[in-house]
């Protein structure tokens, strides 16, 4: 596979093609930079795959508890606007940096959706009862 030798303003230019509306429907967006061979060649270990599956598994366990009761949900990215108001509430400092995060990014309401739900996940993951401000401003990272 080659790098890309396309310039800013053409990879910029072809980006703008993809329409606001799609974009909006993307969960994450996370910019993936290339890997150095110091930090390939590490003999250091990151942590057991085992460790984070047993996270996951307990976040789901979470979410499959939350929604119980005839909800037909299964997982936070099930959500409507409905259940985030219910399940996803924030403390007075998420709210400010919410406000902030609508504000200076020109966020839309599906993407103020996105960001709790994504937040209730992060949460979720961190074996976290409610959503805290850091959880939101990981999500709002990505």
Do not use: W
Request: net charge neutral.
């Amino acid at each position: 596979m080659k790098e890309c030798t396309c310039s800013n303003a053409m990879v910029s230019r072809y980006q703008k093609r993809i329409s606001g509306p799609l974009l909006d429907r993307i969960d994450i967006h996370i910019e993936v930079p290339r890997v150095e061979y110091e930090k390939l060649s590490d003999e250091r270990l990151g942590e057991p795959s085992a460790d984070i599956r047993e996270r996951v598994e307990a976040a789901r366990q979470r979410q499959r508890q939350r929604f119980e009761g005839g909800s037909g949900l299964l997982a936070n990215a099930d959500m409507g606007p409905g259940e985030v108001r219910d399940y996803c509430q924030v403390d007075e400092g998420g709210k400010s940096l919410l406000r902030a995060a609508m504000q200076q990014l020109h966020m839309s309401a599906r993407a103020y959706h996105r960001i709790l739900k994504l937040a209730r996940t992060i949460a979720d993951l961190a074996g976290s009862d409610g959503i805290e401000t850091a959880h939101l401003a990981e999500a709002i990272q990505y």
